[in-house]
């Protein structure tokens, strides 16, 4: 069963950082676009950042200039600096990876898979 686990989310006062991490668990060949998702309380869930497997990036208009999303293949990991936080970025931050190939005989794709969520949490 192959999963997503974020780490990194906390409380920080506005205008600080944090970054998160997301890891696939082992017998990940690999992932191919992968994405941060925030939820806040009473709000839909909405797209942050997504990154191909080759490193291009794209970005919700709400965090262009402050959050930067990045990954690393060999290590199945994805990563979101965030900077110049705002208590409107308070919200559960989710990751999410649309195919992964796992390892197996035979392997196989699975689709849409979510990490559990990471909270964050900005002060004013």
């Known amino acids: 069963q192959v999963q997503l686990v974020e780490s990194g989310g906390g409380l920080v006062q506005a205008g600080g950082s944090l970054r998160l991490s997301c890891a696939a668990s082992?017998?990940?060949?690999?992932?191919?676009?992968m994405g941060w998702y925030r939820q806040a309380p009473g709000k839909q869930r909405e797209l942050v950042a997504t990154i191909s497997h080759g490193g291009s990036a794209n970005y919700a208009g709400s965090v262009k200039g402050r959050f930067t999303i990045s990954r690393d293949n060999a290590k199945n990991t994805v990563y979101l600096q965030m900077n110049s936080l705002s208590p409107e970025d308070t919200a559960a931050y989710y990751c999410?990876?649309?195919?992964?190939?796992?390892?197996?005989?035979?392997?196989?794709?699975?689709?849409?898979?979510w990490g559990q969520g990471t909270q964050v949490t900005v002060s004013s």
């Open positions: 082992a017998s990940v060949i690999s992932i191919n676009d």
């Open positions: 999410h990876a649309d195919r992964i190939l796992v390892a197996g005989s035979p392997a196989i794709y699975k689709y849409d898979v």
